[in-house]
Every structure is written in structure tokens, then in C-alpha cells.
């Protein structure tokens, strides 16, 4: 089974796991639009596409108290990229919460690095973990489509 976890920003990433094993990886493909910076939606169409995945998983975001009006648009801007691009290729996708996820990984009540660590023991050849910032968005993809895998 391949199933595809999401982290939906823009600078998030996806990960194609198959039987618990990551065999495709990429950053959130972007692109700037003046100052802002967007998900490319016809190249992470093109990925998603290529990977002939059984199911996908996607990071449940919303706003959180704290952040910028204009920080938050782009954020929602990149979630609604993604869901739309799911909806044009018509793959079986479900929403799931970061506790629901960070649960299933051990990670309540822990800092953020956390999951990349976690990600880097469960995967310990994987050297793209190493890099703390590319590294930790795709632990959290990584997560997600494990914590699918489980449901």
C-alpha cells in the first residue's frame, strides 16, 4: 500500500510511504508571486500524480492565536492549493489533526525537533532527516502518512 502524507504549507513537504518505508520524498514545490510565496500547483499536481498512491493524509491546519493576518492568508492559501489539487485527481484523502498524529508518534508534549528526531529513529538511514529545517517537514509528512498508515 502507498499512502501520502502532507504537510501543507509552503514550506512543507510530502512523503510517499509504501509498507512504512519512505521511497519518494520532495519539499512543497513554490513559486513567488511578487512578495508572496505560493504552491506551484501544477508541479505538485505532476508529483502527486507520478506517485500512485493508495490514499492520502494531510495535516489539519488552522489559524493560531499569534500569527499575522497576512501569514495566516498565505498559509490557508497553500492549505487550499493542496486540497484542491486532491480534489482534481480525485484521490481518497482524509484531514488529520497534529494531535492525532503527534500521538501516534509519541510526541504530546514535546518541542517541535521532536518529530524529526522520532523520524530519524524510525528511519535511520534516511540522511535528508538530518537537515534541521528541510528535515523536520518532511518528519511531519513522514508522520502523518505512518499515522495513516495505522487507520
Same mark, same amino acid.
Given at each position: 500500500?502507498?499512502?501520502?502524507?502532507?504537510?501543507? *504549507?509552503?514550506?512543507?513537504?510530502? $512523503?510517499?510511504?509504501? #509498507?512504512?518505508?519512505?521511497?519518494?520524498? @520532495?519539499?512543497?514545490?513554490?513559486?513567488?508571486?511578487?512578495? %508572496?510565496?505560493?504552491? #506551484?500547483?501544477?508541479?505538485? @499536481?505532476? =508529483?502527486? /500524480? +507520478?506517485?500512485?498512491?493508495?490514499? $492520502?493524509?494531510?495535516?489539519? !491546519?488552522?489559524?493560531?492565536?499569534?500569527?499575522?493576518?497576512? +501569514?495566516?492568508? #498565505?498559509?490557508?492559501?497553500?492549505?487550499? @492549493? !493542496?486540497?484542491? !489539487?486532491?480534489?482534481?485527481?480525485?484521490?481518497?484523502?482524509?484531514?488529520?489533526?497534529?494531535?492525532?498524529?503527534?500521538?501516534?508518534?509519541?510526541?504530546?508534549?514535546?518541542?517541535?525537533?521532536? /518529530?524529526?528526531?522520532?523520524?530519524?529513529?524510525? =528511519?535511520?538511514? =534516511?540522511?535528508?532527516?538530518?537537515?534541521?529545517?528541510? *528535515?523536520?517537514?518532511?518528519?511531519?509528512?513522514?508522520?502523518?502518512? %505512518?499515522?495513516?498508515?495505522?487507520?
Amino acid at each position: 500500500m502507498r499512502v501520502l502524507g502532507i504537510d501543507p *504549507g509552503a514550506s512543507g513537504a510530502l $512523503v510517499l510511504l509504501e #509498507n512504512g518505508h519512505p521511497i519518494e520524498w @520532495t519539499e512543497m514545490p513554490t513559486l513567488k508571486i511578487g512578495k %508572496a510565496t505560493r504552491v #506551484n500547483a501544477p508541479a505538485l @499536481t505532476d =508529483w502527486i /500524480a +507520478s506517485c500512485c498512491c493508495d490514499h $492520502v493524509y494531510v495535516e489539519q !491546519v488552522h489559524a493560531m492565536p499569534g500569527q499575522g493576518v497576512t +501569514s495566516m492568508f #498565505n498559509f490557508g492559501h497553500s492549505c487550499g @492549493t !493542496v486540497m484542491g !489539487v486532491l480534489g482534481a485527481l480525485g484521490l481518497p484523502h482524509a484531514m488529520v489533526t497534529p494531535q492525532a498524529w503527534k500521538k501516534a508518534a509519541g510526541l504530546i508534549g514535546t518541542d517541535k525537533d521532536a /518529530a524529526r528526531s522520532r523520524a530519524i529513529q524510525m =528511519w535511520p538511514k =534516511w540522511r535528508d532527516l538530518d537537515k534541521k529545517g528541510k *528535515g523536520q517537514a518532511l518528519a511531519d509528512a513522514a508522520l502523518i502518512a %505512518a499515522h495513516g498508515e495505522l487507520t
